[in-house]
């Protein structure tokens, strides 16, 4: 008996099925029963009597789709891209679980959105018109019109929906465009046969507001692709590492902070009140490290101290690992009958404090730009501000 089937590389499907990556060692697993057939609707296997395991890495022609049309989703299968070559022109259908914005962008030496050649597109408040803007990021903020920088709007053809499924009570906005492989604009990618860096985010449901557009992503990763021969190799979504972030700073700084001061401060009667300030701020120490390495990972090994957040996020994990250090001298040279607190303890204890104080306009900052903070609940950030504020007092 010989079967064969196909498969995506990518499915979609998070939960039940594996990525497959070329060139990356995948560990296969094989079982059959030599006789038996299943029983009944097929539904049921006798137990295997041959099985075996097999490393193989699989050869990177593999996923090389020779046909016309090739497609690439993200890994949760909120966002998928296919297109088509037809002679000199390129056609993209791009589909995104959202009623914001779209977009798609290519960049050839750094899977970065600073010089990505970018198109962007959503369906107006009206629920049936198509905005869709030919752009040039040459920051990380908001991607600039190629007109407003002398260029010109090479997209040819597009039109766009956007409807509500029912079974997943989300919207569905899909855009088609096409573009010519080599548009002649200096702002344009030229998509030739090799690899480039292949972008792909969209906004929420808030990222648009009447025929207002406001681009701040929410979900984007991004893909080494060969448009014209659809070899490709996944890289992780960087969103997965900075959601990964955000989760473990908001712990740390949130709950562990200010449970740790409050444990030692306002629970001293209790005889474990020590343990449990200390046993908190390992664990808030911990987490940060972690998150720290994630935020580096999603940025390649590349933080800009220029922006406000990454500067004062910068500080408040070296000052931490200071306040940690004073701590643990503290602990190893406790002298119960000292009435008053040495230098080391009032240093560890008012560091600890301002700690949590920088950490608040740090916070805002990194949901202000990485999350649609209006959309979130800003009344409980604020009274966490402020509890913040009269626990420290």
């Known amino acids: 008996m010989r079967i064969e089937f196909e498969r995506l590389l990518i499915t979609g499907d998070v939960q039940n099925d594996l990525i497959l990556v070329p060139s990356q060692p995948t560990l296969f697993i094989y079982a059959l029963h030599p006789t038996s057939v299943p029983h009944g609707n097929g539904k049921v296997f006798s137990k295997h009597l041959l099985r075996g395991v097999a490393t193989i890495t699989l050869s990177q022609r593999y996923s090389c789709t020779k046909s016309e049309t090739n497609r690439f989703s993200n890994p949760d299968g909120t966002y998928s891209a296919s297109w088509k070559i037809l002679g000199d022109i390129i056609r993209f259908d791009i589909t995104a679980k959202t009623r914001g914005w779209v977009g798609i962008g290519f960049a050839e030496s750094k899977p970065s959105m600073a010089g990505a050649d970018i198109i962007v597109g959503w369906i107006n408040g009206d629920g049936q018109t198509l905005t869709i803007s030919d752009r040039f990021a040459e920051r990380k903020v908001e991607p600039s019109l190629d007109l407003a920088l002398g260029g010109v709007n090479n997209i040819i053809e597009s039109s766009g929906s956007l409807a509500f499924e029912s079974n997943t009570q989300q919207y569905v906005t899909k855009i088609t465009f096409s573009r010519k492989l080599d548009t002649g604009d200096i702002w344009d990618m030229v998509i030739s046969d090799k690899n480039l860096y292949v972008l792909w985010a969209y906004g929420d449901d808030h990222s648009v507001l009447g025929d207002v557009q406001i681009l701040k ?67 808030k120490l911990l987490l940060i490290l972690v998150a720290f390495l994630f935020i580096l990972g999603a940025l390649d090994w590349n933080l800009k101290l220029s922006a406000a957040h990454n500067a004062l996020g910068f500080i408040i994990i070296l000052l931490t690992l200071v306040e940690h250090l004073l701590g643990f001298l503290s602990s190893i040279k406790n002298d119960p009958s000292r009435i008053k607190p040495s230098i080391r303890d009032f240093l560890h204890q008012w560091l600890g404090r301002a700690l949590i104080l920088i950490s608040v306009p740090t916070i805002f900052l990194g949901l202000w730009r990485f999350v649609d903070i209006w959309r979130m609940s800003s009344v409980v950030l604020g009274l966490w501000a402020g509890i913040t504020i009269i626990t420290i007092i």
Do not use: A, D
């Open 217 to 283: 992503e929410v979900n984007h990763g991004y893909l080494e692709l060969n448009l014209l021969n659809g070899c490709f190799s996944w890289k992780p979504p960087t969103y997965l590492l900075f959601r990964g972030h955000g989760i473990m700073m908001l712990i740390s700084w949130l709950f562990l902070s200010i449970f740790g001061l409050i444990s030692k401060r306002y629970l001293r009667s209790w005889s474990f009140s020590l343990h449990v300030h200390i046993g908190s701020q390992i664990f």
